[in-house]
């Protein structure tokens, strides 16, 4: 007869391997989420009028504006160039936190 409520065929051994592996991960997430946030990314708008660099904390740390592209007649367009620089180099920072962590996670999202 079986006992109730144990973990037959040494379940026990295998949880703590489990326990084990998730502890690493979780190590290797913090040590990748660091280097991350070292980080920095840049993007350009307009052919490279403008550029923008961003840290791994999407802290906006740099933005260059080639003077050929201030027009004060037309100061709608530097405004959206600058704003597609800044949602550039976040979606690069975002595609390289998602690569570096589903390299860690071999693509199982956020269980942990």
């Known amino acids: 007869m079986a006992k109730r409520g144990g973990f037959p065929g040494g379940m026990p051994g295998n949880m703590n391997n489990i326990m084990k592996q998730a502890q690493k991960m979780q ?15 840049t993007a350009t708008a307009g052919g490279g ?3 923008v660099t ?6 906006i740390t740099k933005i260059k504006i080639d003077p050929e592209v201030v027009d004060p007649d037309d100061v709608e ?13 976040i979606r690069k920072m975002d595609e390289v936190s998602n690569q570096k962590m589903s390299k860690i996670t071999g693509g199982i999202g956020g269980l942990f």
Not at 29 to 40: D, I, P, V
Not at 54 to 59: A, D, F, L, M, V
Not at 77 to 89: G, P, R, S
């Open 27 to 41: 190590k290797q997430m913090e040590e990748a989420q660091a280097e991350l946030e070292n980080s920095e990314y």
């Open 49 to 51: 009028a403008v550029e």
């Open 54 to 59: 961003i840290s791994g904390t999407k802290e």
């Open 77 to 89: 367009m530097l405004e959206d160039l600058v704003m597609a620089a800044v949602n550039e180099a």
